[in-house]
């Protein structure tokens, strides 16, 4: 009995010694296992809070596009969603829902494994304790020749290798549930595989809300801009009108004085074309009083030719005259006629446009005479989205 003893506490110790330290080693691989699930479980959650961020902006963007359809004539604040991409969002929030509670089954599963960890330190820590009592008493890290072995220490080693093999049993037991982790480990990482492919549908939406954001803020301006308009609009209305009436008379009176200086033009050039046409129809007589003197000229020289042949179909009376001089006396003729008529339409077309600006001034004189006569403005205001206004006359 004593050589197996001696042979036991020769071959034991490194066993339990390569045991323990292979069952430091898988719990130390069972830690980065958890450590690992750990960091997927919070890449998990992030995941999450994005996409319940990305729900409340889309919430939100219904919740507004929901008001701005309810309420007629108001500025529309939301953004406009397309059906497609409506319905992609549904679909992301239904992943979602899914993807919470995966990630909440990942979550306990992380904390039983957790709990199992636990339990597996203690019973090495146990077993260390125990290796290190057995250790102590056998005597096993001491010379065997310095010592004999008693029966009561041989009896003691007996009880300590029935404790060992029952801390054998309950390792192996330990390595079937580390076993069994380990498989729904491997498990939970194929479904984190598997959950990865949401990853670029998140991005897509991401895009796209970004891109919906953008047109937000673009429509938010406009809205801030038609807002601005809208006070200034009241400021301006709100103001007294005294100022507008005293800009209006005087535009109008600035008017008159336009329309009174092309109204003196236009007279200086009616007189400087009369003028014309005064020194038009002098010239006219004087070229008709030449002519007549020409005729009498011809008909006093060639009273008492003879010779020529007579012309037929000649009245009696007529005078002869040279060829020349009469298709002379016949082109100033045309030419003075021609000016005539040109200074006709000139004083005719200026004569138009004396009546128009009388009729102008006319309109302007009245126009001064309502001005001068307003007496105030009175602003009403009234329900709704629009403001009406009214004022009263008084003569």
């Known amino acids: 009995m004593s050589e197996g003893a001696v042979a036991l506490r020769e071959q034991s110790p490194q066993l339990l010694n390569e045991e323990l330290e292979r069952k430091k080693s898988e719990a130390r691989t069972l830690e980065l296992q958890v450590t690992r699930k ?8 992030e995941e999450q809070e994005l996409l319940n961020e990305l729900r409340t902006v889309n919430d939100m963007i219904l919740s507004k596009k929901k008001a701005g359809s309810g309420s007629e004539g108001r500025v529309a604040s939301g953004i406009k969603i397309s059906p497609e991409s409506l319905a992609e ?15 909440e089954d990942l979550q306990t599963t992380s904390n039983v494994i957790s709990h199992q960890l636990e339990e597996v330190e203690r019973g090495l820590e146990k077993q260390s304790t125990q290796l290190a009592i057995v250790k102590r008493s056998t005597a096993w890290e001491k010379d065997t020749r310095a010592y004999k072995v008693s029966s009561a220490l041989a009896s003691e080693f007996y009880e300590k290798r029935r404790t060992l093999e029952a801390l054998h049993e309950e390792q192996r037991t330990v390595k079937e549930h580390t076993d069994r982790l380990t498989k729904e480990i491997e498990e939970l990482s194929h479904h984190l595989d598997k959950q990865a492919t949401v990853d670029e549908r998140i991005a897509e939406a991401e895009e796209q809300l970004r891109k919906q954001e953008e047109e937000y803020q673009d429509m938010f301006e406009k809205v801030k801009s038609f807002e601005r308009l809208r006070k200034k ?33 236009l007279r200086e050039t009616n007189v400087s074309n009369s003028k014309s046409i005064v020194s038009l129809e002098v010239r006219l007589r004087q070229l008709e009083t030449r002519l007549e003197a020409v005729n009498l000229f011809l008909k006093q020289v060639f009273a008492e030719v003879e010779d020529d042949e007579p012309i037929e179909g000649v009245p009696e009376g007529a005078t ?15 030419v003075s006629r021609d000016t005539v008529l040109q200074r006709d339409n000139q004083l005719n077309s200026h004569d138009a446009k004396v009546e128009q600006l009388e009729q102008k001034i006319d309109i302007l004189q009245n126009a001064i005479r309502l001005v001068r006569c307003l007496p105030s403005f009175k602003l009403v205001r009234k329900t709704g989205n629009s403001r009406h206004y009214c004022h009263t006359w008084t003569e």
Not at 38 to 45: D, G, I, M, S, T
Not at 89 to 103: H, M, Y
């Open 38 to 45: 750990e960091a997927e479980l919070r890449r998990a959650k």
């Open 89 to 103: 969002l549904r679909a992301l929030e239904d992943e979602l829902k899914i993807e919470t509670k995966k990630t």
């Open 233 to 265: 609009k009241e400021r301006l209305l709100d103001q007294p009108r005294d100022d507008d009436k005293y800009k209006v008379v005087r535009r109008i009176e600035g008017d008159k004085k336009v329309l009174h200086n092309n109204l003196t033009s």
């Open 320 to 334: 002869e005259v040279p060829l020349t001089q009469f298709e002379e006396l016949i082109r100033e003729l045309e």
